[in-house]
T-cell receptor, first 119, second 118 residues
Framework: GENVEQHPSTLSVQEGDSAVIKCTYS??????FPWYKQELGKRPQLIID?????GEKKDQRIAVTLNKTAKHFSLHITETQPEDSAVYFC??????????????????FGQGTILTVHP | KAGVTQTPRYLIKTRGQQVTLSCSPI?????VSWYQQTPGQGLQFLFE???????NKGNFPGRFSGRQFSNSRSEMNVSTLELGDSALYLC?????????????????FGPGTRLTVL
């Protein structure tokens, strides 16, 4: 099955610096890669995602890059702010298509990165 | 639209008991997935339901089961609870409908049910 490795496990930066979190996956058939942010005591929230037909995607201060050949993808946060402090999870899945719909259910998550942004 | 809801939010059980957790997806969403979150194992996939049928299953023992109703609401059941089943159980829903080249697949998580087994 799919295996996702995430690094680093903890990341501490100063406000305004950039933060980069990296993930590698094992299943070359994986084609959907979301990133979730989870604040303490709250639910995971999707912050950005990328599909295998795209190499890079950006949304304001957040960007994700994907290297299918090397089977790794990365989250980049620029101009970090204290409110960016949270646990970040990467995930990977292979599209499965069923009659009448498409399933993306079986997300395999990385172990998470605790990001701390110091004011 | 209301988000994904889960009930109950907190649950305390003793070893050997069974428990049923409920998840109501976002209106119109057809796929519901369940995940177990623990400090040691992180987020692990349990199973996914689509159109009342289990489509995917993770590596959990048969004590973990689930079902989905015609209105897409889902329940998961854990029988013969063990101490190691203490965790946050999250469900996520997605539209999971392909329309031409457009696929809406984002998974939205509920707040979770915190299960403590004593």
């Amino acid at each position: 099955g799919e295996n996702v490795e995430q690094h680093p496990s903890t990341l501490s930066v100063q406000e305004g610096d950039s933060a980069v979190i990296k993930c590698t996956y094992s299943d070359s058939a994986s084609n959907y890669f979301p990133w979730y942010k989870q604040e303490l005591g709250k639910r995971p929230q999707l912050i950005i995602d990328i599909r295998s037909n795209v190499g890079e995607k950006k949304d304001q201060r957040i960007a994700v890059t994907l290297n299918k050949t090397a089977k790794h993808f990365s989250l980049h946060i620029t101009e970090t702010q204290p409110e960016d402090s949270a646990v970040y999870f990467c995930a990977a899945t292979r599209t499965l298509r069923y009659a009448g719909g498409t399933s993306y259910g079986k997300l395999t998550f990385g172990q998470g990165t605790i990001l701390t942004v110091h004011p | 639209k209301a988000g994904v809801t889960q009930t109950p939010r907190y649950l305390i059980k003793t070893r050997g008991q069974q428990v049923t957790l409920s998840c109501s997806p976002i209106s119109g969403h057809r796929s519901v997935s369940w995940y177990q979150q623990t400090p040691g194992q992180g987020l692990q996939f349990l199973f996914e339901y689509f159109s009342e049928t289990q489509r995917n299953k993770g590596n959990f023992p048969g004590r973990f089961s689930g079902r989905q109703f015609s209105n897409s609401r889902s329940e998961m059941n854990v029988s013969t609870l063990e101490l190691g089943d203490s965790a946050l159980y999250l469900c996520a829903s997605s539209l999971a409908v392909a329309s031409g080249r457009s696929v809406t697949d984002t998974q939205y998580f509920g707040p979770g049910t915190r299960l403590t087994v004593l």
